[in-house]
């Protein structure tokens, strides 16, 4: 008799208990939730950076930020006056719910309207555990190439948006964006799609007016 153990069942079974308890508390303070992924050094704390003086303007937003080491990232979101927390999974590649649970003790949810997780860079772990999160958006970089939706589908399957940072740079690299929107339509027919150069603020507003949009919808039911 063959017996099959599936090691990573208790694991996520926990989590998604926690990602539960997540948007319970969420919901009951009125906060949306964002997770932001992407492999490393496609750009999203300088997105982030960019977003925020547009956020700002009409939210009360916290950051949770997700490092294996080093509070760099939540620093540089702090220097904007913006209440950030740093979690160092040290060593891990990706953030839990148990993690951003713990660190929600840290902000005052009465105050917010919107919390941005900066996961940890990675285009595998971080799309396999639930945060808890309303919307999942993803940043791909035009100088990464065009093969990471096909070798890391899970990622941009259960995506909702999807940033595609460093359009500054396209005629720089041989990336395509037709090649892109191809195979997006192909994974994930709904994936929304936001053009930027966050390092230059250009496409910046128009992708945070659409996430105003979905906390300004959230908060009217």
């Known amino acids: 008799m063959t017996i099959k153990v599936e090691l990573g069942t208790p694991l996520l079974a926990r989590n998604e208990q926690a990602a539960q308890e997540i948007r319970t508390l969420c919901q009951a303070n009125n906060i949306y939730l964002l997770n932001i992924m992407?492999?490393?050094?496609?750009?999203k704390t300088t997105l982030l950076e960019a977003s925020l003086k547009w956020f700002k303007l009409q939210l009360r937003v916290a950051v949770i930020e997700g490092d294996i080491a080093t509070t760099r990232d939540a620093d540089r979101i702090s220097a904007q006056g913006i209440p950030a927390v740093q979690l160092n999974t040290n060593g891990a590649c990706h953030l839990d719910a148990r993690?951003?649970?713990?660190a929600l003790d840290s902000l005052d949810l009465a105050n917010l309207d919107l919390i941005i997780v900066e996961n940890v860079g990675n285009l595998v772990c971080p799309a396999e555990f639930d945060l808890g999160e309303d919307l999942?958006?993803?940043?791909?970089?035009?100088t990464e190439g065009n093969d990471k939706i096909l070798k890391y589908p899970l990622m941009f399957q259960e995506a909702g948006m999807l940033v595609l940072n460093k359009m500054d740079l396209l005629p720089y690299t041989d990336f395509s964006v037709q090649e892109l929107e191809h195979d997006v339509k192909g994974l994930n027919h709904g994936l929304e799609i936001f053009y930027v150069s966050a390092s230059k603020d250009r496409g910046v507003e128009d992708w945070t007016r659409r996430i105003v949009e979905r906390v300004v919808l959230r908060e009217r039911h």
Do not use: E, F, K
């Open 38 to 43: 992407s492999s490393p050094g496609a750009g």
């Open 99 to 102: 993690m951003i649970y713990q």
């Open 136 to 142: 999942r958006v993803v940043v791909l970089s035009t």
